[in-house]
Every structure is written in structure tokens, then in C-alpha cells.
T-cell receptor, first 118, second 114 residues
Framework: AQKVTQAQTEISVVEKEDVTLDCVYETRDTTYYLFWYKQPPSGELVFLIRRNSFDEQNEISGRYSWNFQKSTSSFNFTITASQVVDSAVYFCALSEANYGGSQGNLIFGKGTKLSVKP | DSGVTQTPKHLITATGQRVTLRCSPRSGDLSVYWYQQSLDQGLQFLIQYYNGEERAKGNILERFSAQQFPDLHSELNLSSLELGDSALYFC?????????????FGPGTRLTVT
């Protein structure tokens, strides 16, 4: 069975602090995909990153970075020098391929609510 | 703006009623997914359509149904509504052609059942 666990329900930091959001996943497939989405207070779900199971290279995009470790089934997300605008709920998600190798549905974690205070 | 549109944005209705939520995917995307977000269940996958055909089903109640039309827009029909159906319903779309692509979400329809 596939499962995504985000153990941190809520995190509160002060602006300019670094913060890491944890994500642990379970899957029996050898091919799978991992994602992070952001849900700001306005409610929409914003895509942040996609990672394939066969690509363990870490990624940095501005103040955001992602650490994918297959050995520990983790896909953690770090925000460096956090800002008030980073306040949102962040979801980690897992997807496995379905028909013909195309993308299946997303299995979401419960989300981590990040509050960045000025 | 993700390019996925959903209407209406808000919907308030009474128990026992039936409603239809509409979704237009991004241009070129053949796959449409429906998700439900509620406080107790979190974000849950309901159903997926690909180019007009049902592809996968998740935790979708029998009172709920969906379809994807030839122009690729999709509708989610919710009937015999109960208080517990109050939630935010998202539609997402993706290219789904061979290699994996991310899903882009619409702004959601907030359904309130009174």
C-alpha cells in the first residue's frame, strides 16, 4: 500500500530562519514519483517540484531545496531564510504509474502548516 | 494561474440535493482528476479520466459520478448530498503521455451542505 507521512502538523518560525519539512513515503513500486505542493491561505494548490524515483539528485530553486533519499524513503523540503509569504500548508505527495506508464493519481500526506512570523 | 478552471467557486445547498461541479483542463491536457479536501479526511483522490474514459477510481462514493466530455471538460455530479459532503473539491489536469508529468490544480469549488 502507498502512504505518505508528514509527521509535522504545524511549524512556526520567525522570518529569516531556515525550516525543513519532513516527508516519508511507502510504496512497493520501483517506479514512482514524488511531489511537493503549496496551499496558501487563499486555498489553491500550487505545484512546487516533481522528482522521479530513479533520480536521487537533490534540487535547489532559489530559497527552496529538496533532499530525496531512497534509502530512508524520505523527500524533505527546506526553505532557507523563510519569509512571511512562505506561510502556507505544504503537502508531500506520491504517485505511481498506471496504464502504459502514464501518471496515476496523487496520494497526499496530511500536510504541514508553516507559519512564518515577522 | 494554473490554467485549470473550475466553476462554481462556491456552492451552498441543502441535504438531499444534487449538484454538478465543472472543470476545464489546461489546453492540451488529456487527463482530469478529481480530489476532495475535507478537514477530517485530508486530500483524497476521487476519480480520473483520460481522453473521455474512466482511468482510475479512488474513494468515490456511489452517490458521486463523473464524466469527461469530447471537448475534455469534466463534470463531477454529487447527489443525495449529506452534511459530510461539505468540502473543497479540486480538479487537476496533466498531460499524461508516456513519461510522468505533474498535475496542475484548479482553484477548487467549496461545497457547503446545510
Amino acid at each position: 500500500a502507498q502512504k505518505v507521512t508528514q509527521a509535522q502538523t504545524e511549524i512556526s518560525v520567525v522570518e529569516k530562519e531556515d525550516v525543513t519539512l519532513d516527508c516519508v513515503y511507502e510504496t512497493r513500486d520501483t517506479t514512482y514519483y514524488l511531489f511537493w505542493y503549496k496551499q496558501p491561505p487563499s486555498g489553491e494548490l500550487v505545484f512546487l517540484i516533481r522528482r522521479n524515483s530513479f533520480d536521487e539528485q537533490n534540487e535547489i530553486s532559489g530559497r527552496y531545496s529538496w533532499n530525496f533519499q531512497k534509502s530512508t524513503s524520505s523527500f524533505n523540503f527546506t526553505i532557507t531564510a523563510s519569509q512571511v509569504v512562505d506561510s502556507a500548508v505544504y503537502f508531500c505527495a506520491l504517485s505511481e504509474a498506471n496504464y502504459g506508464g502514464s501518471q496515476g493519481n496523487l496520494i497526499f500526506g496530511k500536510g504541514t502548516k508553516l507559519s512564518v512570523k515577522p | 494561474d494554473s490554467g485549470v478552471t473550475q466553476t462554481p467557486k462556491h456552492l451552498i445547498t441543502a441535504t438531499g440535493q444534487r449538484v454538478t461541479l465543472r472543470c476545464s483542463p489546461r489546453s492540451g491536457d488529456l487527463s482530469v482528476y478529481w480530489y476532495q479536501q475535507s478537514l477530517d479526511q485530508g486530500l483524497q483522490f476521487l476519480i480520473q479520466y483520460y481522453n473521455g474514459e474512466e482511468r482510475a477510481k479512488g474513494n468515490i462514493l456511489e452517490r458521486f459520478s463523473a464524466q469527461q466530455f469530447p471537448d475534455l471538460h469534466s463534470e463531477l455530479n454529487l447527489s443525495s448530498l449529506e452534511l459530510g459532503d461539505s468540502a473543497l473539491y479540486f480538479c487537476a489536469s496533466s498531460v499524461t503521455s508516456g513519461s510522468m508529468r505533474e498535475q496542475y490544480f484548479g482553484p477548487g469549488t467549496r461545497l457547503t451542505v446545510t
